[in-house]
């Protein structure tokens, strides 16, 4: 029998500290809740003398500083282990068990290392929220937070299953933009290595054919002459300002975005952008209402569950509204007040929050607030590529067309005085 020290409130509200005998959290969990008690923590109590001695044994070995080490865990990768993690929890497996099981599964990499270290952690008196915190690469906060939150509640295998169908969706969101922004991005690739190479190797070649003739060019060729002189012969040559302006911008964009001041106006700037903007915009709305949600369904206080989803919304100017909506919170305001006020999100988002406040299904409510935004952002990401395929086809056609008539303007020019 192992010894458990719990926090629950009682009937009244009060909070009570004891300590309790079981064999299993689970089991210390049952016996609270038969008291009459709501456990809000329950964590086994380890003999300091065993636990001096684990950290003894563990000492001597070489280990990582938590949350370093070199790769990523993939979200795909991170959804399997929660799933799999929960089928096991809800089998009644031990976590340490569990979590052993699962990093033999794993292929060698940083996922499969911070298990390791889990386990360690774990052995050695912590809980899995505490472990997982202690690796932020692999486990963010809003991850962590919801394992604390299903370790309180003893329901740790539902917030698992919870937090995988989270993750799946989220996942499946990003997968769907990214998709859609492959096919223009290709062709605006190919479409300006051909130009490039016109440029550089077709226009030079006109260029000294009028030369030998002595003709006084038109305008639009002449342009065309200086523009290709520059690609080829500039220092430095244009084509390396083709090549590297990505990358220059990408750079730059992250730079900007390191300040927040830079993350606002960058976030607001794109905001105001037709259609970009509207998906941009669903698509916050859409993860913070289901982080939200997912976080106040697994039981989550409300001001530390706004907390999290501030940090991870992605946008600064919808984080900076969940700021304001924590603040009215704590000073006794409802969510949907200050959500109306801030002007950000869609009048019947804020409907469904205040119904969901009413009702006392807030969860419920923000989780088909996500789901009607995902929909919405799957239908304008369709719309975008529609409409980008005929402006890409028009630029393109005007710059074809401009090199063909900058090119043929002094030929046919030529070919009349010829004929004279």
Known sequence: MALFKYEALNSSG?????????????????????????????????????????????????????????????????????????????????????????????????????????????????????????????????????????????????????????????????????????????????????????????VPSFDKIFEDFEAELPGPTVFLINVSSWFAKGRPPGWIFVVFSPIFFIVTYKLIRQAQIGRLILDTVMLKIPVVGQIAGKSSVARFTRTLGTLISAGVPILEAVNITRETTGNEVYSGMLVKVHDSIREGDTFANPLRVSKTVDPIVVNMVDVGEETGELDKMLMKVADNYDEEVDTLVASLVSLLEPIMVVALGFIVGFIVIALFLPLVTLIQSVMQ
């Open 14 to 202: 009060q909070e009570v500290k004891e300590e309790i005998e079981a064999p299993s959290k689970e089991e210390a969990v049952s016996k609270v809740r038969g008291l009459g008690y709501f456990p809000t923590k329950v964590v086994e109590k380890v003999d300091r003398k065993q636990a001096a001695i684990r950290k003894a044994a563990t000492s001597g070995k070489k280990r990582k500083a938590a949350g370093t080490g070199f790769g990523w865990v993939g979200t795909k990768q991170l959804c399997t282990f929660t799933r799999q993690l929960s089928t096991l929890q809800d089998a009644g497996l031990p976590i340490i068990r569990s979590i052993r099981i699962l990093e033999q599964q794993q292929k060698p990499g940083m996922l499969r290392s911070c298990l390791k270290q889990i386990t360690e952690d774990v052995e050695g008196g912590a809980t899995l929220s505490e472990a997982m915190a202690r690796h932020p690469n692999a486990f963010d906060r809003l991850y962590s937070n919801m394992v604390a939150a299903g370790e309180a509640g003893g329901v740790l295998d539902v917030i698992l299953q919870r937090l995988a169908d989270f993750l799946e969706k989220a996942q499946r969101l990003k997968r769907k933009i990214i998709g859609a922004m492959i096919y223009p991005c290709v062709v605006i690739s190919i479409a300006g290595g051909i130009v490039t190479f016109i440029m550089v190797q077709v």
